[in-house]
């Protein structure tokens, strides 16, 4: 088979989670023999979309890599727009083009993608939510497996993207939760999609016994308005000035970093083994985030046999936690109180929490199982369209 993904941006460097998947499944398939290229931008940061990297090809980890400027960008109109979708106010439907079309572009992008699609047995482009992707996929819509990553946010609903979704070869989502906001909840008509979950590498070392002398939450990721970190830092820092004894560590970067007081420990951006450790050794991950599509934060907690603590109005994260009996859930202080004490006063119980959350993990999600799931995908819809 030979793929090609489409990102607006990617690389290690990119904390987010849709890039963090496309580089999982691009190297699995590059393993398993296929023919992978990576398409994308020359920018890092989504604030700005400055030219940071080189253009042209590249091997990065094994990928081949082809970077293509962003095309000079003023960014002022789209932050007009962009206030009113953070009050959640729907932009009227010429509004939702116009927030498109003044969102950064790549000519030099689009460029090679109609000139080159065509020599790809599919294009994988993700996520559903730029400007750069949103038109790189119109390009070769026929081609195109679109994974969305879709949120219940306010971008959702507008007409372009539901519009996108609903012409491309198929679509693809991370949960059963996803596939539900994209058919019930925003209505969409998708001819052709599957659910096929997000891939986790599986460790065949032994969990790090947990140590519960000092016990503390851990957050992992990005550290802004929109995963609710403001409000763990409030439950937490109450929790810590009426009961004591609890701290959140805090790994990620963001402009929301966590107050200065006694119950935070900020690490900044951490390695893969500290991450691995600071899981095993945490009473629990806190994933308060509304609006998820996957969350591999909470398979990571899992596979090192520790329980999860979600947001309950997050149906993706709270629908993992009740299919594996991994976690607890919470939508106000005082449940998050009742859980942490629950969590410290019942250590055996919080284990088993853990071990259910990694055998979950590891019955669903590894990438031997989740490739599978891809490669017969892709083959059943060649063969339905060929």
């Not at 999982?24 to 393993?31: G, W």
């Not at 989740?370 to 017969?376: N, Y």
Request: hydrophobic share 40%; charged share 20%.
């Amino acid at each position: 088979m030979r793929i090609a993904f489409v990102l607006s941006r990617f690389g290690r460097e990119i904390l987010g989670g849709a890039e963090s998947l496309a580089r999982s499944l691009a190297a699995e398939a590059v393993v398993r023999g296929w023919q992978v290229e990576v398409w994308t931008t020359c920018a890092t940061e989504y604030a700005t979309w400055g030219n940071v990297l080189p253009p042209g090809r590249h091997m990065e980890d094994g990928l081949p890599v082809l970077r293509f400027a962003v095309d000079p960008w003023d960014p002022t109109k789209q932050q007009l727009l962009n206030k009113e979708l953070l009050r959640r106010v729907m932009l009227p439907l010429s509004q939702q083009y116009g927030w498109l079309e003044s969102g950064p572009q790549s000519t030099p992008l689009y460029e090679h993608v109609a000139a080159h699609y065509s020599e790809w047995d599919a294009l994988i482009v993700m996520p559903y939510l730029h400007s750069i992707t949103y038109h790189a996929a119109w390009l070769a819509r026929e081609s195109v497996i679109m994974w969305p990553c879709l949120h219940d946010e306010v971008l959702a609903y507008m007409e372009p993207f539901q519009v996108l979704l609903e012409s491309v070869w198929g679509v693809v989502f991370l949960s059963p939760e996803e596939a539900a906001l994209a058919r019930d909840q925003l209505g969409m008509n998708i001819h052709r999609s599957a659910i096929l979950g997000g891939g986790v590498k599986l460790s065949d070392r032994a969990p790090i016994s947990p140590k519960t002398d000092s016990p503390f939450l851990l957050y992992v990721g990005r550290l802004e308005e929109g995963k609710n970190v403001p409000i763990l830092y409030s439950y937490v820092a109450r929790y810590a000035e009426e009961v004591g004894d609890l701290r959140l560590v805090v790994a990620g970067d963001g402009p929301r970093r966590p107050p200065d007081h006694p119950a935070f420990d900020f690490r900044g951006p951490i390695s893969e083994e500290e991450k691995r450790r600071l899981n095993a050794s945490a009473l629990a991950l806190c994933q308060p985030s509304g609006n998820e599509s996957f969350s591999l934060v909470i398979m990571e907690s899992w596979l090192a046999s520790r329980p999860v603590l979600v947001w309950s109005n997050c149906a993706v994260t709270s629908g993992h936690v009740e299919r594996s009996k991994g976690g607890l859930w919470f939508a106000s202080y005082g449940e998050f109180k009742e859980a942490v004490d629950w969590l410290k006063h019942n250590p055996s119980a919080a284990g088993q929490m853990g071990r259910n959350g990694r055998e979950y993990v590891e019955q669903n999600y590894g990438w031997d199982r989740v490739f599978l799931r891809f490669s017969d995908t892709l083959k059943r819809w060649k063969a339905e369209t060929n």
